[in-house]
């Protein structure tokens, strides 16, 4: 069983930074994929970026391209998702995931609790 940890959202000016933290334990995240993902209220859960645990080959969605950057530490067991330019349209609560790679949330079976990230103008 991996159990995850979300850490490090706040409130931020739009224009700033942040970077969340997705701890894990219980089991080390090898062999898993990790994935960010994001939900704004009212709106449906969505893919926000993933990193496969070998070759450390990433991929995002189209509207964080270029502003986000997700990396993970083996020696720590933990994801990050560093977060740049962040605009309002950011706001959401962030959740990582475990699993299988991909930008389904079907394919991620451990999930964390969400962390908070608030922008504003």
Known sequence: QVQLVESGGGLVQAGGSLT???AGS????SGYAVAWFRQAPGKEREF???????GAI????????????????NAKNTVYLQMNS????????????AGRYG???????????????????
Not at 48 to 54: G, N, P, Q, T
Not at 112 to 121: I, K
């Open 103 to 121: 930008m389904d949330p079907s394919l991620y079976n451990y999930w964390g609790q969400g962390t908070q990230v608030t922008v504003f103008s």
């Open 58 to 73: 990433t991929s995002y969605t189209n509207s964080v391209k270029g502003r986000f950057t997700i990396s993970r530490d």
């Open 86 to 97: 962040l605009k309002p349209e950011d706001t959401a609560v962030y959740y990582c995931a």
């Open 48 to 54: 926000v970026a993933a990193i496969r645990w070998i």
């Open 20 to 22: 969340v933290s997705c």
């Open 26 to 29: 219980g089991r080390t995240l």
